[in-house]
């Protein structure tokens, strides 16, 4: 885990805040289940990890708290919530809400050329992690595409609303790679996205991101019968309901 948590703090950058710092290493933590849910977290641990004082330490705790991954229970200590169903279902709707406008309006506008480059750019670099099983890189050149999409199309408070609340979602996202959803699948879901922009045909547009965003929906009750330790039991809606 330390090693881990070295990795991610060489990948901040030195002109940042700590608690900055911190917060970035410890939210990705949590999300790539290094630090899994109902581990307790300690501020001595974590300052020590990192040589820092418990004060950014404990401020970080904070913002995660607001995020929704761990809980500060008042003498007992601060632990990585298990990951809610709802919460996930919840952002999953106001992604979906979001990227589909992003795509209908680059379908009906266009996007630039050079952003079509890079975007076809990065699906190839999707590819390229299949054979290999590169599931951490996949994950973020996933999330690269997606951001890259939605900047092309000048929305980034609309990317900036999608990064607020997909904190639960990324837990699932990252789970569901290795585990659950093909990566060959989410490549060609992604390149049938960049086909219907392409050819200006908004309502594919459309169905394409729906049926992307959804693949969620699919894979997340195999997850929960796989890792049901790592989901809240009490928290438990209709998935069915969910997709209709």
């Known amino acids: 885990m330390h090693a881990t948590l070295q990795t991610l703090w060489q990948e901040t950058r030195d002109s940042d805040p700590v608690r900055q710092r911190l917060y970035q290493v410890l939210r990705q933590s949590i999300i790539q289940m290094v630090l899994a849910p109902g581990r307790a977290l300690s501020e001595k641990e974590i300052a020590d990890t990192f040589s820092v004082s418990r004060q950014p330490v404990r401020e970080a705790f904070i913002r995660l708290s607001e995020a929704g991954l761990v809980e500060v229970k008042p003498q007992r200590g601060t632990y990585v ?3 809610s169903q709802q919460a996930v279902l919840e952002a999953r709707f106001v992604r979906e809400a979001i990227e589909v406008a992003v795509v209908k309006l680059a379908a009906k506008k266009g996007i630039e050329p050079s952003v079509l480059k890079e975007l076809h750019d990065l699906i190839e670099r999707q590819r390229r992690c299949l054979e ?18 939605s900047l092309g199309v000048r929305q980034q408070a ?10 639960q979602l990324d837990r699932v996202r990252y789970l569901s790679v290795p585990h659950s959803t093909p990566l060959e699948r989410l ?13 200006r045909d908004v309502k ?11 693949e969620i929906l699919v894979s997340m009750p195999d997850l929960i019968r796989r890792f049901p330790d790592m989901f809240d039991v009490q928290d438990n809606p209709v998935m069915q309901e969910a997709i209709q």
Do not use: C, G, S
């Not at 290999?132 to 999409?149: G, I, K, N, Q």
């Open 204 to 214: 594919r547009a459309e169905e394409a991101m729906m049926l992307h965003l959804r």
């Open 158 to 167: 609309a990317w900036k609303v999608i990064e607020e609340v997909r904190a």
């Open 81 to 83: 919530v298990k990951i």
């Open 132 to 149: 290999p099983h590169d599931y951490d890189r996949f994950y973020h050149l996933d999330e690269a595409f997606h951001r890259t999409l």
């Open 187 to 199: 490549v060609d879901q992604h390149n049938h996205i960049i086909a219907t922009i392409e050819a």
